[in-house]
Structures are given as structure tokens and as C-alpha cells.
């Protein structure tokens, strides 16, 4: 079945660009059905969604985040990428991404990395 | 942006018995409503979509209703395995946009 993992610096200094892959294994990323998200989780807080991305390489965001964040797509690596630009502390988070059936639910998920935002 | 609110914050059951999970939204999300289960340092699981359409492979137990503004998570017969984080999330906006609950956190005692 279908995973996702993703990778990228757990360390971030602050006003510097934040950077994330997701990487799609055991099937296409080339899918009209999906879209490909990412969600964010601060500590001990609940979850965020940040925006998604189809492989043709529509994008929706957040609108509380669109000026700070892009996604984009690599179709022929099977992977999507997180930018998150000017990072502050408050950006420190474990960041999720995740498939979406249309615009809908998020299934499945990968197993998320924790990215810290400090000097 | 549809806000969406969920109740108790916390809640304690003991197991065999029936847990209630209560998510309101803000403006009206017809049936466009997941429940996601989240166990400290994993990610999030999802466990129902469309406000009542179980996810592969979870248990019978596990059932959502509702449709509007107020839905329900139920879990029965809880076991201590079902101790988390149930949020819910709502994709009923346009132009396509979601926005999760603050979660309630469910104690088997």
C-alpha cells in the first residue's frame, strides 16, 4: 500500500527557509484522485493544515499561511516538497504530509518529522 | 473559516464502557466530517469520513454520526488500546481548505 515519508533538516535557524520532502512509495503520485498535503502539529498543541498540491501541480493553502508557504511537486521523483519561509520559534513543529482523496480526508499519513527553530 | 469545536477537552472511561465524542462546526458541513485517532508519537490515523463511513480496516466499535453542524464519534466496549487523541476535520469549504478540532483526549482509567 501506498506510504509517505518525509525528510529534511530537524534544525531551522530563525529567518531562514524551512525545507521538507515526502517521499511516496508503493504507488504513483501521478493520480487525478489525490491530492498531497502537508500538516503541521506544534508541541503539544493540535494539528494544522498548512496546504496540498495535485501532481499536475495545482496548490491550495491555508490562507493564515499562504504568504509564508509554497509546495511544490517532482513527479518523476514520486516526492512533494514544504517551504516555509522567514521561520520564527513558532514555526517549530512535527511536520506531517499526507495523501488526500480529492480535497477530503487525509489517508495515510507519514510518520512525521519534528523541525526545531533555534539559533 | 469554519471553526470546529469539539467536547469534552478530556474524557475518562472505564473499559467495556461507551465513549461519546461531540465535534461542532461553525457554518454548516453537510456530511463532509473525518475523525482521526492519534496515540502519543504517532501520526494521526483516520478512522471515519463522510460522518459515518468507517476507514479500511477499523473496528466495528468505532461508528460517526451526524450531519450539519453536530457529529458524533462513538466508541464501544472500549479497550485500553483505544486511550488518544480523537480530532475531527471538516473539508467542506470553498475554495478547497480544512481546518481540524483542538481534539479531545480519551483516558481508559
Known amino acids: 500500500q501506498v506510504q509517505l515519508q518525509e525528510s529534511g533538516p530537524g534544525l531551522v535557524k530563525p529567518s531562514q527557509t524551512l525545507s521538507l520532502t515526502c517521499t511516496v512509495s508503493?504507488?504513483?503520485?501521478?493520480?487525478?484522485?489525490?491530492?498531497w498535503s502537508w500538516i503541521r502539529q506544534r508541541p503539544g498543541k493540535g494539528l494544522e493544515w498548512i496546504g496540498y498540491i495535485h501532481y499536475r501541480g495545482t496548490t491550495y493553502y491555508n490562507p493564515s499561511l499562504k504568504s509564508q508557504v509554497s509546495i511544490s511537486v517532482n513527479p518523476s521523483k514520486n516526492q512533494f516538497s514544504l517551504y516555509v519561509s522567514s521561520v520564527t520559534a513558532a514555526d517549530t513543529a512535527v511536520y506531517y504530509c499526507a495523501r488526500n482523496q480529492g480535497y477530503n480526508w487525509f489517508d495515510p499519513w507519514g510518520q512525521g518529522t519534528l523541525v526545531t527553530v533555534s539559533s | 473559516e469554519i471553526v470546529m469545536t469539539q467536547s469534552p477537552a478530556t474524557l475518562s472511561v472505564s473499559p467495556g464502557e461507551r465513549a461519546t465524542l461531540s465535534c461542532r462546526a461553525s457554518?454548516?458541513?453537510?456530511?463532509?466530517l473525518a475523525w482521526y485517532q492519534q496515540k502519543p508519537g504517532q501520526a494521526p490515523r483516520l478512522l471515519i469520513y463522510g460522518a459515518s463511513t468507517r476507514a479500511t480496516g477499523i473496528p466495528l466499535r468505532f461508528s460517526g454520526s451526524g450531519s450539519g453542524t453536530e457529529f458524533t464519534l462513538t466508541i464501544s466496549s472500549l479497550q485500553s488500546e483505544d486511550s488518544a487523541v480523537y480530532y475531527c476535520q471538516q473539508y467542506n469549504s470553498w475554495p478547497p481548505a480544512c481546518t481540524f478540532g483542538l481534539g479531545t483526549k480519551l483516558d481508559i482509567k
Open positions: 508503493g504507488g504513483s503520485i501521478r493520480s487525478d484522485t489525490y491530492y
Open positions: 457554518h454548516s458541513v453537510s456530511t463532509s
